[in-house]
């Protein structure tokens, strides 16, 4: 977690050198910016720069991380377009496919057993299989060692991507799904 908030912070210092005027993050703001990421180094990146970018006030708070995060031309919309929509479209050619990726974005990335998916979607068992054996083979979803059967999504933030794209959500409600993100 303190790598990830050098990352900002340094990104920050850069800002100021450049603008000639120093931008205040909360501790709140830092933190959260530092969830969103995983850890993902390009996401520690997109997340702080999309912050900062709908910043007005000179000082990082919380609404300007979820506005960054999570509205138009957002740090969400801008991984979609450099990662999961290859994943998500360019890569995958079924819609039953798509359908076990939907099922899998209920449970973000926790591990989700064969089962809860095949409870989940309405497919046969031999495209489910398939959908399952595809997905891993592309390195979409991973398999969790020592347990068949059981799969995750790779993070969070492509499972809230999914989710986003399968139901009708206002900036307000994609904000919202930020606890799921903290826990």
């Not at 920050?12 to 931008?23: R, V």
């Not at 209920?106 to 495209?127: E, G, N």
């Not at 390195?139 to 139901?167: C, D, E, H, M």
Request: charged share 25%; with cysteine.
């Amino acid at each position: 977690m303190e790598d990830r908030k050098t990352v900002v912070s340094r990104g920050l210092d850069a800002a100021k050198e450049k603008n000639g005027f120093q931008t205040q993050i909360t501790a709140e703001a830092l933190e959260l910016i530092c969830n969103l990421s995983e850890g993902y180094p390009h996401f520690i990146q997109q997340f702080a720069y999309s912050a900062f970018d709908s910043d007005k006030d000179n000082n990082i708070d919380v609404d300007d991380v979820k506005e960054g995060a999570f509205g138009k031309h957002g740090a969400l919309e801008a991984l979609a377009l450099r990662y999961f929509n290859e994943w998500y479209f360019d890569q995958i050619g079924s819609d039953e496919y798509r359908e076990v990726l939907k099922a899998m974005s209920a449970h973000f990335d926790s591990w989700v057993t064969k089962k809860q998916l095949r409870d989940a979607v309405k497919i046969k068992d031999t495209t489910l299989n398939n959908a399952l054996t595809a997905l891993k083979s592309k390195n979409i979803i991973q398999t969790q060692k020592g347990k068949p059967g059981v799969y995750k999504l790779p993070n969070r933030s492509f499972a809230v991507w999914i989710r986003s794209l399968t139901t009708i959500q206002s900036t307000t409600t994609q904000a919202n799904n930020l606890t799921r993100f903290q826990s």
